[in-house]
């Protein structure tokens, strides 16, 4: 890694139109403090597919088919229609105390409980913005993993960003989850709990005074710690559950939005699913020469083969897809790569996509900075200009380091919890 500066290849696929003059080219790479990208054993960018090998986390109800909940209600000793009753405490009054269900016979009640809905997030800490409209949620999982979810009131609906994995193994350099390395996959449940227990604060008025009675999570973005498609099994089982009216959380299936780097094959996949949840691509290039460089799983599947796949998703959903650009200055947010991104997604036809770009969020030892605002403006106009329906995300968190990409929940944050601890351990 060098900190002299670079000269990107011009890009073929550039017409004399947008090509770049030679000075607009020239670009600092940025360099993290130690930062140097991994490899592997054939030079290739080092990626973590494979969850390292820990202790399962508990099997709760989340995780099963609603058959297999009334299934394992019997082998607890109950009748198999006390599985939906439990149901209704978990997915609609939020509770996994065993206490609160005084419709459930004495006897039996706590095994059942204990069988059905063990304890998977201990809360470790919670970080409020002073509007009080923003709350970081710090998690410990049953194996000391700790993960992060962020939930976010505004106008008219209340998101909340969760973690599908403990870190990540996409080594992005510019995102702090990245550089952490992959834990492990979360399972269904412990997704799905993050929510649940987000519905409970925001019950309790930790999110403030309520728009309306029964107010609770209505969006959900996978764009907390991990690559969603990289735990595809569990993410997909934690989105039925998320979806199902009867037997799960019965969330409309557009509110939820999977984030994902570009697994080709996975993105595929997702698009046969027949759940048509809202996608969105993280390219941070259009071009291979710097994307290769940004978002180490392009040395797999490259930028066209990414938008492919995006538009294939369109196709099969008829959900309008979004394009992630986390603007880095002098990084990708020349105008030219405005121009040869507008002209990739035309290509690929028209109203199928918009673009959302995101000034960078600074992560910890990191030189990477946000573009200036006068040419995250210029960026946004370009691709507007061109036909394609732009706006810039607003970030929220940044100060209690909630933004994208600035998730890393480490030990040294339990540390400093048991000085700050702003709510009480409530795992039940
Ligand atoms: N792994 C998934 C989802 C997690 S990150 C993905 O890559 O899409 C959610 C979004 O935040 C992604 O678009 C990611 O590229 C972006 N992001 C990561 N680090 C960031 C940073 N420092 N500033 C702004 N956005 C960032």
């Not at 003059?21 to 993290?32: F, G, M, S």
């Not at 960018?45 to 909940?69: I, N």
């Not at 709990?193 to 519905?199: G, H, K, P, T």
Request: with cysteine; charged share 25%; proline share 7%.
């Amino acid at each position: 890694m060098t900190d002299q500066p670079v000269r990107a290849a011009q890009p073929r696929q550039v017409s004399p139109r947008t090509a770049p003059a030679a000075t607009e080219i020239r670009q600092v790479r940025p360099r993290a403090e130690g930062w140097s990208q991994k490899k592997d054993a054939e030079g290739r960018p080092a990626l973590q597919f494979a969850s390292p090998k820990r202790g399962k986390p508990p099997v709760h109800l989340a995780d099963l088919t609603p058959e297999q909940r009334v299934e394992k209600t019997k082998e607890l000793g109950l009748p198999g229609f006390r599985a939906a009753q439990l149901e209704t405490h978990y997915f609609t009054h939020y509770t996994s105390d065993p206490a609160q269900m005084t419709d459930l016979p004495a006897s039996g009640r706590e095994e059942l409980v204990a069988g059905m809905l063990p304890p998977l997030l201990t809360e470790v800490r919670t970080l409020k913005t002073d509007r009080g409209d923003t709350i970081k949620f710090l998690w410990k999982l049953h194996d000391g993993a700790l993960v992060e979810s962020v939930l976010m009131r505004y106008p008219g609906r209340i998101t909340l960003c969760v973690s599908s994995q403990a870190g990540c193994g996409m080594n992005c350099p510019f995102c702090a989850t990245g550089q952490a390395g992959l834990t492990r996959n979360m399972s269904a449940a412990e997704i799905v709990e993050q929510i649940v227990r987000a519905n409970r604060v925001i019950r309790e008025g930790g999110l403030g005074p309520a728009e309306h009675d029964g107010e609770r999570v209505t969006n959900i973005v996978f764009m907390g710690m991990g690559e969603p498609l990289a735990n595809y099994a569990r993410v997909m089982q934690a989105v039925r559950v998320m979806v199902d009216k009867k037997h799960g959380l019965g969330m409309s299936a557009r509110g939820i939005t999977v984030s994902t780097v570009g697994l080709v094959p996975a993105i595929t996949k997702l698009a046969n699913e027949g759940v048509p949840v809202t996608f969105a691509l993280s390219l941070h290039a259009p071009d291979d020469h710097l994307r290769d460089e940004l978002i180490p799983v392009n040395s797999r599947w490259k930028v066209d083969e990414a938008l492919d796949a995006a538009r294939d998703y369109f196709e099969k959903t008829g959900r309008r897809v979004s394009i992630e650009y986390a603007l880095i200055k002098d990084m990708n947010d020349h105008g030219w790569r405005a121009d040869l991104l507008a002209e990739k997604l035309n290509a690929r036809g028209r109203g199928w996509v918009h673009v959302n770009p995101i000034p960078l969020n600074p992560t910890p030892g990191s030189i990477w900075t946000s573009s200036e605002v006068s040419v995250q403006r210029e960026f946004v106009r370009r691709l507007n200009d061109a036909g394609i329906p732009t706006t810039l995300r607003d970030t929220r968190g940044k100060e209690i380091d909630g933004a994208c990409g600035q998730l890393v929940a480490t030990a040294e944050d339990e540390a400093d919890a048991a000085d700050t601890r702003v709510g009480a351990d409530r795992h039940s």
